[in-house]
């Protein structure tokens, strides 16, 4: 069974802070998805990595996948009150099936 | 493109009756996968469809089911609910994983289901 774990699980800052989510696993997943959900509605795709050490750049939000494609982190430069919600990651081990393991969430919240 | 449709977003059930969801995906999108979202566990994976056939299932008993038709939408069934089964389904749909840039899903605004 593949496990995917998030830290913190949740973080208060104030607005203008910088912040910097894990998502951590002992299993090696062929792409790695973040996504934010806020409450009552389902989860949107931020951004997919798939190759080891890839850097991905969305705004003011900076995706690293791990080398060894296990592990990925999401930070987040001068966090908004927008930036409010749970961020979930997701690993999909099979590039052919629509599978995906999630991790817990980090529930951040933003205080202007 | 439209987004990701679910139906009905709220139901309120007793136990032991049975419910249908409804999933209607991206135009174009074959994968339709399914989640239960619940404060305790997260985000669980139910089972996945791709043309009308399931080619993933999770660890749920068999009273949950689902089904695909040609055109790609979705239904997922609960029997015999119980009060456990309360919580927040999730449908995704993707084009093909292997094609898509990596996988990245599309999520419905999902079903609240309320078991009484």
């Known amino acids: 069974t593949q496990l995917l774990e998030q830290s913190p699980q949740f973080l208060s800052i104030q607005e203008g802070e910088n912040l910097t989510v894990y998502c951590n696993s002992s299993?090696?997943?062929?792409?790695l998805q973040w996504y934010r959900q806020e409450p009552g509605e389902g989860p949107v795709l931020l951004v997919t990595?798939?190759?080891?050490?890839e850097v991905k750049k969305l705004k003011r939000l900076t995706f690293q996948f791990g080398d060894a494609r296990k592990d990925s982190s999401l930070h987040i430069t001068a966090a908004q009150p927008g930036d409010t919600g749970l961020y979930l990651c997701a690993g999909l081990a099979n590039t052919n099936a629509g599978k995906s393991t999630f991790g817990d969430g980090t529930t951040l919240t933003v205080k202007p | 493109k439209a987004g990701v449709t679910q139906t009905p977003r709220y139901l309120i059930k007793t136990r032991g009756q049975q419910v249908t969801l409804s999933c209607s995906p991206i135009?174009?999108?074959?994968?339709v996968s399914w989640y239960q979202q619940t404060p305790g566990q997260g985000l669980q994976f139910l089972f996945e469809?791709?043309?009308?056939?399931?080619?993933n299932k999770g660890n749920f008993p068999g009273r949950f089911s689902g089904r695909q038709f040609s055109n790609s939408r979705s239904e997922m069934n609960v029997s015999t609910l119980e009060l456990g089964d309360s919580a927040l389904y999730l449908c995704a749909s993707g084009e093909s994983a292997g094609t898509s840039g990596g996988g990245g899903q599309f999520f419905g605004p999902g079903t609240r289901l309320t078991v009484l």
């Open positions: 990595v798939v190759t080891g050490g």
């Open positions: 469809y791709f043309s009308e056939t399931q080619r």
């Open positions: 299993s090696v997943f062929s792409s």
């Open positions: 135009s174009g999108h074959r994968s």
